[in-house]
Nanobody
Framework: QAQLEESGGGLVQPGGSLRLSCEYSKLNPDYYAIGWFRQAPGKEREGVSCIIDSGLTTKYADSVKGRFTISRDSAKKTVYLQMNSLKPEDTAVYYC??????????????WGQGTQVAVSS
């Protein structure tokens, strides 16, 4: 059973930055794309970004393009999400999970526990 564990969430002011980390195990990155999802209060969970092929292929939701950057360190078995220019509407629980590189939906139903990101002054 694949395991994913997020870290790095917190409270940040608008315009600030955070870096989330997702450490994975029991999962072969040659076969799985790994990415980030988020769920704001009262809203459905949505795909944010996804990465595969040792970082050569990435995809972003329109709402985060130009502000967020996904990357992967295969030696550390970790996927990162660098979030810059954060906005209050980025406030959500962020989940790491296996993803579909084309449509940003979860594939294979592997999820982490989530980490809270709050953007507020």
């Amino acid at each position: 059973q694949a395991q994913l564990e997020e870290s790095g969430g917190g409270l940040v002011q608008p315009g600030g930055s955070l870096r989330l980390s997702c450490e994975y195990s029991k999962l072969n990155p040659d076969y799985y794309a790994i990415g980030w999802f988020r769920q704001a209060p009262g809203k459905e969970r949505e795909g944010v970004s996804c990465i595969i092929d040792s970082g050569l292929t990435t995809k972003y939701a329109d709402s985060v393009k130009g502000r967020f950057t996904i990357s992967r360190d295969s030696a550390k078995k970790t996927v990162y999400l660098q979030m810059n220019s954060l906005k209050p509407e980025d406030t959500a629980v962020y989940y790491c999970g296996t993803c579909n590189i084309w449509n940003l939906k979860n594939e294979f139903d592997f999820w982490g526990q989530g980490t809270q990101v709050a953007v507020s002054s």
